[in-house]
């Protein structure tokens, strides 16, 4: 049992930062326009809209009112809920698996939150500055190659997340949001602000705006499922924790939505940030994940205040990071608080220390460790590969299906205030359209 008294948030305005800022990660400013890229466009945003708010928002809905009946960490909260409702508390391993994809994920997580470290402090140095693209490529690919220098990255901002979540659920979790989302936001809106300038803004518009819907293929709208589930956080214990912090005034359906719509419009807001520079400076739209880190440094450092717009933007990056790394830790956290007599503080140093210790594997496979150790992937990819092709999604149906099957369906339209057509409609997406995505999902990654 807890050893302490169940947090609650302070007010909806915070828990929606929290939740936002959870979502608001590298898959937002760094995953999604490159994805826009290599998509074709704005045919993948629509498709990515629509399966936003088919799959994306009944499963969050779906994990928050998991959290908030439980008032206890995943685990116990999944096994509570089911006990309530007459259910095998088995459902438990729901909680299980989230909790146990959010401690991996931190792992490797803070590796790349370590790499944006680097980055912004290489902006302030000036190292981008009048390299060419072997320049650029060659500070990537060494970076990789020093254990080093990715072991301080990777600790530095381990520190930083530990540092924040051992404070609480107020005076940690709600501070740092509290300043670091209306920061991202300001920081976001500079960016699209020289965006503006540069003559390019109206064809990043028009190719994030203006569908071209012959580059629709069946595995862009895969990709578009995969990632409109992945970016909200969902199916690693997060949301349930987050949940389990929320009072009973709180109407989770509107909450959803509102959280939906800032997350979605942080991510296009990053593809305006990103594509005038990419367009003005004659970059490869398609060039993946290095987009963030080869192609927009050549940018950087080849352009008039190209060190104060580096700056800024690895500094985007970072804040996006931290928000929702604070998120990976918080359901462990709690685990370890609610389940062992440890106070929060050396709750939070296990939990950390544990993840940091696994993070230092998932880095050396850059470099001393790069041979596979298991189906031809190193542990940064095997890592990867494990939570967002089984884990997260197995966890994300579990969530929706007790939710939608298992559970009074009187009930849940009450807690949800849904009557007549409202709660129809609920049903349906809840029981068939979002499972049923999830496992198109889950077995097309296979």
């Not at 490529?137 to 540092?163: K, N, R, T, Y």
């Not at 949940?243 to 709180?250: Q, R, T």
């Not at 939990?351 to 298991?374: C, M, Q, R, T």
């Not at 092709?389 to 009930?411: D, N, Y």
């Amino acid at each position: 049992m807890s050893n302490t008294q169940h947090a609650h948030w302070s007010s909806r305005l915070t828990f929606i930062l929290a939740a936002t800022g959870s979502a608001v990660g590298l898959g937002n400013i760094w995953k999604f326009p490159y994805m826009v890229g290599e998509s074709g466009g704005a045919a993948f945003v629509l498709v990515y809209l629509l399966c936003i708010a088919l799959i994306g928002l009944p499963i969050l809905v779906a994990e928050w009112l998991i959290g908030r009946r439980g008032q206890e960490n995943p685990i116990n909260a999944m096994a509570d809920v089911a006990h309530q409702a007459g259910r095998n508390r088995a459902w438990l391993l729901v909680g299980v698996s989230g909790i146990l994809g959010a401690f991996l994920i931190l792992s490797f997580y803070s590796v790349i939150g370590g790499w944006s470290l680097y980055y912004t402090l290489s902006s302030v140095t000036g190292v981008f500055s009048g390299q060419d693209a072997d320049g650029i490529g060659e500070l990537f690919s060494g970076m990789l190659a020093s254990p080093g220098l990715l072991l301080a990255g990777h600790s530095v901002f381990m520190l930083l997340v530990i540092g924040i979540v051992a404070r609480g659920v107020t005076k940690g979790l709600e501070s740092a949001v509290r300043t670091l989302m209306p920061a991202l936001g300001v920081l976001l809106v500079v960016l699209i602000g020289y965006g503006m300038t540069t003559g390019y803004f109206g064809q990043a518009l028009g190719y994030m705006f203006n569908p071209d819907w012959s580059a629709l293929t069946g595995e862009t709208v895969l990709a578009a499922l995969g990632h409109a589930f992945f970016t909200l956080s969902l199916g690693m214990g997060i949301m349930m924790a987050y949940g389990s912090y929320l009072g009973e005034d709180v109407n989770l359906l509107k909450t959803a939505r509102t959280v939906v719509i800032m997350d979605t419009v942080i991510a296009l807001g990053a593809g305006l940030a990103i594509f005038p520079i990419v367009f003005a400076n004659g970059l490869d739209l398609a060039s993946g994940p290095g987009l963030i880190f080869v192609t927009l440094p050549l940018a950087f450092g080849n352009m008039g205040g190209g060190v104060i717009l580096g700056l800024l933007f690895f500094l985007l990056l970072t804040f996006a990071a931290l928000t929702s790394a604070i998120s990976l830790l918080e359901p462990v956290v709690e685990f370890v608080e609610e389940r062992t007599p440890l106070s929060r503080v050396m709750s939070t140093l296990v939990a950390g220390i544990g993840a940091w210790a696994l993070g230092i594997a998932a880095l050396l496979s850059f470099n001393v460790w790069s041979d596979p150790v298991l189906f031809g992937l190193g542990v940064f990819d095997l890592l990867d590969k494990l939570t967002s092709k089984f884990m997260l999604p197995l966890t994300g149906l579990g969530a929706i299906v007790f939710v939608a099957w298992a559970l009074e369906r009187q009930s849940v339209e009450t807690e949800l205030g849904l009557k007549g057509g409202s709660a129809t409609l609920w049903h349906l997406v809840a029981r068939y359209v979002a499972p049923i995505g999830v496992i198109v999902v889950f077995v097309s990654s296979l």
